[in-house]
Every structure is written in structure tokens, then in C-alpha cells.
């Protein structure tokens, strides 16, 4: 069993900052790219922020100079710092993960259960 569990949502004015954590857990054997998305009411889930093993990162243009992804391979841990926040940025951020466990030898794709980032103007 894999685990991907969140942390770190809430709601925080227009201007402010938010740190996302999203911790892997279970029988894990290597954990490839890491990344967060996010889903608005009405919308479609959109790719915020991937992050390679090997620390190759990518960002949604909506997001450049304002959100940082990084990650901590010794604790299978991903962080999102979501700096200079705007409204348009309300959304459930999901965390995501290429996993290969000790039980199923190939990459698989897990997600967390979500938290909720509400930024008001």
C-alpha cells in the first residue's frame, strides 16, 4: 500500500504565502516525479508544479516566479512554497506521484486526498 497525504492548505489573504506539503508513505521501493495540481469548482484539474528525481522542475506559466516546488528524497517528501497569492489561485491542490513499490515493481500514479487553498482579495 502507498500513501500520499497533504498538508498545509487554509486560506490566507491576496499578497500572502502558503506552504504545501505532501508526505509518501507504505512499501516504497523509488519515487519518480512528484507533483502538485489543482482543480477550481467547474474547472479542470491543471498541473501546477512536477518535479523530477533528480530535481528538474516545471511550472505552469500562471505560476512562474511566484510558486517553488522542491522535495526531500530521505523523507518521500514534496513541498509547493506559494508565494505573492492571488484569488484566481483558489483551488484543490492535489499531490502526485510516479511510485514504484516493493509490491508492484512498475511506476504507478498516486494522488492525495487534496487541500483546499482559498486566497481572498
Known amino acids: 500500500q502507498v500513501q500520499l497525504v497533504e498538508s498545509g492548505g487554509g486560506l490566507v489573504q491576496a499578497g500572502g504565502s502558503l506552504r504545501l506539503s505532501c508526505a509518501a508513505s507504505?512499501?516504497?521501493?523509488?519515487?519518480?516525479?512528484m507533483g502538485w495540481y489543482r482543480q477550481a469548482p467547474g474547472k479542470q484539474r491543471e498541473l501546477v508544479a512536477r518535479?523530477?528525481?533528480?530535481?528538474?522542475?516545471n511550472y505552469a506559466d500562471s505560476v512562474k516566479g511566484r510558486f517553488t516546488i522542491s522535495r526531500d528524497n530521505a523523507k518521500n517528501t514534496v513541498y509547493l512554497q506559494m508565494n505573492s497569492l492571488k484569488p484566481e489561485d483558489t483551488a484543490a491542490y492535489y499531490c502526485?506521484?510516479?511510485?514504484?513499490?516493493?509490491?508492484?515493481?512498475?511506476?504507478?500514479?498516486?494522488w492525495g486526498q487534496g487541500t483546499q487553498v482559498t486566497v481572498s482579495s
Open positions: 507504505g512499501t516504497i521501493f523509488s519515487i519518480r516525479t
Open positions: 502526485n506521484a510516479d511510485i514504484v513499490s516493493h509490491t508492484i515493481m512498475a511506476p504507478l500514479g498516486y
Open positions: 518535479i523530477a528525481s533528480g530535481g528538474n522542475t
